[in-house]
């Protein structure tokens, strides 16, 4: 009976799952969607079995599958959403993740991502909007309240953010962590004398605190003591080997020193850990470059360009690029959309680079 060793299959298949034998899961699931292409439930399973091996492309593919065949079910869409969390695509999660709200206004965990989206979406109002309602249950979460305080004071909401700053101050009771907080909170508000007060206090209460001089590291980038951001930077590598930022970060400085090779080999640690980095796209696009390594460079200029649609300097490489392999027509098309881009304001990229736009990598750790 078919019908009967579908069940058996699906039984075996979720007994496996909850042992954690996931390719004795996946096995038993492919089975079903080979017997029946239709089963909501066996592609739905076989993407949570991917998402659990961090096959973020496979765990689409299948849950895009199951969203197809039930797109009723809001714990698809969850699950789509956070694929494109967990691989830095926050623009794509944002839609996903809206839907179930709008299914479940009472879920919690979807709006708490959809917030931290909004906000590497730079729409700090969305991103106070969805994460205020959260206070009855999470205003003792120290994260919670760091993210919302900075986006309240970025959507210009200052009262929600002095009570947000204000309970974090309570909650954290003087402890590295708290300290490692506000100094974040006052590098988003650009108060680098303040943040680094608070950093400073962090690092010598818990020298081996998580990210502390990850943002020290960038105060003294923003001061231009180039060596003791260094420092820094390899410090909280010895910390936690991980973060991609600080790779990047690194990278960055020694490709404005003419560092090339070292430089490079940065960018490609920082891209190892995490390929939606468009800073270290285009500063391997800047090395190939010099090199005379065009196709290369045009390859990492796609990368970055796709992370930053919107940069300037990203197209102005382009051009260059293009004019040196005599592609005229190709150029001019690329200088023209510099010039309109311009008009418009500077990419996300090039303040990035510039490190007037401070970046978190901590935010997206912060919802479990």
């Known amino acids: 009976d078919p019908e009967a060793r579908r069940r058996q299959a699906f039984e075996a298949g979720e007994a496996a799952m909850h042992r954690g034998q996931w390719a004795e899961a996946e096995k038993k699931f492919l089975e079903i969607v080979a017997m029946a292409p239709g089963d909501v439930g066996a ?33 698809i869409r969850l699950d789509i959403g956070l694929v494109y969390y967990r691989e830095g695509e926050y623009h794509k999660a944002i839609a996903p993740f809206e839907s179930v709200l709008r299914d479940q206004p009472d879920s919690e965990q979807a709006r708490h991502l959809v917030g931290l989206c909004y906000m590497f979406d730079e729409r700090y109002a969305d991103a106070a909007a969805a994460l205020e ?5 999470l205003n003792g979460d120290l994260s919670y309240l760091y993210v919302l305080s900075v986006a309240a004071g970025n959507a210009d909401r200052h009262d929600l953010e002095e009570r947000a700053l204000a309970r974090l101050l309570e909650v954290g009771q003087n402890s590295p962590a708290l300290h490692l907080l506000l100094g974040k909170a006052y590098l988003n508000r650009g108060d680098d004398d303040k943040a680094l007060a608070e950093l400073e206090q962090a690092a010598q209460a818990d020298a081996k605190l998580p990210m502390v001089h990850y943002n020290i590291g960038i105060i003294y980038k923003r001061k231009r003591e180039l060596d003791k951001a260094k420092e820094e930077f390899l410090e909280d590598i010895a910390v936690e080997p991980d973060v991609a930022y ?27 850990r995490n390929s939606q980095i468009g800073t270290s796209w285009f500063g391997l696009a800047k090395i190939d470059k010099a090199e005379k390594r065009y196709a290369e460079a045009l390859k990492a200029l796609d990368s970055a360009g796709a992370i930053d649609p919107k ?16 592609r005229k027509a190709e150029a001019l098309t690329e200088f023209a959309t510099v010039r309109r881009l311009q008009s418009e304001e500077a990419g996300k990229l090039e303040r990035d680079i510039s490190g007037g736009k401070y970046r978190d990598p901590q935010l997206p750790t912060e919802v479990k």
């Open 43 to 75: 592609h739905a399973n076989l993407g949570v079995i991917y998402m659990r091996q961090q096959k973020w492309r496979r765990a689409l593919d299948e849950l895009h599958a199951a969203e197809k065949l039930a797109p009723q079910i809001p714990g």
């Open 133 to 137: 309602p959260l206070w009855p249950s």
């Open 246 to 272: 600080n790779y990047d970060e690194l990278g960055t400085m020694c490709l404005a020193s003419e560092q090339n090779v070292e430089a490079r080999r940065y960018f490609e640690q920082a891209l190892h």
């Open 311 to 326: 940069s300037a300097s990203v197209h102005y490489l382009r051009a260059q690029i293009l004019t040196q392999l005599g």
